[in-house]
């Protein structure tokens, strides 16, 4: 379970889960480990991907895109600017085994799922947001059960409305343990028949194959695996906006994960390498997303660690600069 006391909303003891505003950081809760240098920039070297068919392929470089982040009240300027934007809601999933047993390695961990705990965060969440996400007209997810489980419970308004929920392996958990592995697809499928996995190009988990076959199974190897490859997850990252920017909706949400969206909103970013225990692994760390020079509590607030069920909002703007 990954906390920071970054992002505390003041009108609240606890996070609000929704992101209607962006109130004021305290001093506490700075996030003190960002260095305000830039990291490194060499020259990239070989790059890992796996192909429709399953095939391990290396490739000299990947594609490499930025898009813009920024506060939801700088939607009407964007828009008069001739921007193309869209809105997206990010949610991280709610409460999970894993994350109250924190025996990741455990095969009792296998594609957690959400507790009652969890389950009663995501009511919580359907009650408070109802109107908030009134134009959302898309619902993505991880296909991991306990990101399924999210957006089926959180979401219920909507669904009802015949909101399209549609999964996606490029918004999944980085894959480092037994609960980020998932089970196939056809057997996810059959317990939630209200998604559409056609977007899930594989039955068995090939990200979860590539790792163990290059580093053994859990008992060989215990670091983390995907994390300490952050430019595999940069490249999920990079192929979801992509994929995104090419849809017709242009109001989002994204049931995913709080390891995911780590690395997502500080790939490349001052401080990144360093919270993350990297050493330059010979490639540029180009940012995910940028923010701008406007609002930095707005991009401190992004970079922060979530809570369970937490759901932040904002503004893409497609074909940034890094």
């Known amino acids: 379970a990954l906390a920071h006391p970054a992002a505390r909303y003041s009108t609240s003891k606890e996070r609000s889960p929704l992101s209607s505003c962006f109130q004021a950081l305290s001093s506490k809760a700075k996030l003190q480990t960002y260095i305000r240098t830039s990291p490194p920039r060499i020259k990239m070297s070989s ?7 399953g095939v391990i392929k290396t490739t000299s470089k990947p594609s490499l895109g930025t898009v813009g982040a920024r506060p939801l009240q700088a939607r009407d300027d964007l828009k008069s600017q001739g921007k193309n934007i869209k809105v997206v809601h990010f949610v991280r999933h ?13 095969t009792d961990q296998l594609d957690a799922k959400l507790t009652p705990l969890g389950e009663s965060q995501c009511t919580r969440l359907a009650q408070e947001q109802t109107r908030a996400l009134g134009g959302v007209d898309l619902l993505v997810t991880s296909p991991l059960t306990r990101c399924v489980q999210t957006a089926l419970l959180s979401f ?19 894959v480092n343990f037994v609960c980020d592995r998932r089970r196939p697809i056809s057997e996810i499928a059959a317990d939630f028949p209200e998604v559409d996995f056609s977007q899930c190009m594989h039955d068995e988990d090939q ?7 290059r580093f053994g199974d859990q008992l060989a190897y ?8 952050p430019h595999h997850v940069a490249k999920r990252a990079r192929e979801f906006f992509t994929w995104l920017e090419k849809r017709n909706e242009r109001e989002v949400l994204v049931a995913t994960h709080s390891a995911f969206m780590w690395h997502l909103f500080n790939h490349g970013h001052p401080g990144y390498m360093e919270a993350e225990g990297l050493e330059c692994s ?5 940012p995910i997303v940028e923010y701008g020079d406007d609002d930095p509590q707005f991009e401190e607030f992004m970079r922060s660690r979530w809570e369970n069920c937490e759901l932040r909002s904002m503004v893409v703007v497609f074909e940034a600069e890094p």
């Open 156 to 174: 219920p308004a909507q669904l009802d409305a015949g909101l399209p929920l549609v999964a996606l392996e490029s918004v999944r958990e980085t």
């Open 47 to 53: 790059y890992q991907t796996i192909t429709a068919s």
């Open 207 to 213: 990200v979860w194959r590539m790792y163990e076959d």
């Open 94 to 106: 709610a409460q999970g085994t894993h994350n109250v047993e924190a025996n990741y390695r455990s």
């Open 282 to 286: 010979g490639r540029d760390f180009i």
């Open 222 to 229: 215990v670091r983390h695996r995907e994390s300490d490859d």
